[in-house]
């Protein structure tokens, strides 16, 4: 069965510094989405990408994240200058108009 | 504001035992999906079950099922004959669908936690 990849699985990362969490969709899936989750809380959208732009983003994704499919494969999300709040489990999702897979989240943590 | 409650922060059920996790919403939209998302401590999420607007019946799939209720705006998961394997964090979902959109994101509930007693 496909499945979205999400590489690194953990991330530690110092105040301040860039970090770039990337996923691999399901490779004929056309909507391509980022969610972020703080340990204990609820799973929140952070950005929706669809033919090659961004089509909705939240007010969680502020200048500091983007995102990026570079080589029509690959969907990153960057956060240039990580905050101790970004603190989470990140997680990638592709899919079609009616069903999403998730990918296995990539954690982290910022100190 | 389009929201999805989730009542019951937590669950516990006993092995064998059948229990029902709480879900409503809040949408104007007539046309949308519902789903019932699964979080182990892996923290991973598993589709559980999905759920078209349009469609009266409930979904089934195997001891899973909805209860769903599209007036009240009540779409509930029912989970027969508790396994441990249950035990998790679930979370309901759902999904506004526009034909031809750009953007199908989730909004989800804040999640009930099950134990499952054994």
């Known amino acids: 069965e496909p499945e979205v990849t999400q590489t690194p699985s953990h991330q530690v990362t110092q105040m301040g510094q860039e970090v770039i969490l990337r996923c691999v969709p399901i490779s004929n899936h056309l909507y391509f989405y980022w969610y972020r989750q703080i340990l204990g809380q609820k799973v929140e959208f952070l950005v929706s990408f669809y033919n090659n732009e961004i089509s909705e983003k939240s007010e969680i994704f502020d200048d500091q994240f983007s995102v990026e499919r570079p080589d029509g494969s690959n969907f990153t999300l960057k956060i240039r200058s990580t905050k101790l709040e970004d603190s989470a489990m990140y997680f990638c999702?592709?899919?079609?108009?009616?069903?999403?897979?998730f990918g296995s989240g990539t954690r982290l943590t910022v100190v | 504001a389009q929201t999805v409650t989730q009542s019951q922060p937590e669950m516990s059920v006993q092995e064998a035992e059948t229990v029902t996790l709480s879900c409503t919403y809040d949408t104007s939209e007539s046309d949308y999906y519902l789903f019932w998302y699964k979080q182990p401590p892996s923290r991973q999420m598993i589709l559980v079950i999905r759920q078209e607007a349009y469609k009266q019946q409930n979904a089934t799939e195997n001891r899973f099922s909805v209860n769903f209720q599209k007036a009240a705006k009540s779409f509930s998961l029912k989970i027969s004959d508790s396994q441990l394997g249950d035990a998790a964090m679930y979370f309901c979902a759902y999904r506004i669908f526009t034909s031809g959109g750009s953007n199908y994101k989730l909004t989800f509930g804040k999640g009930t936690l099950l134990t499952v007693n054994p």
């Open positions: 999702a592709s899919g079609t108009w009616t069903l999403d897979t």
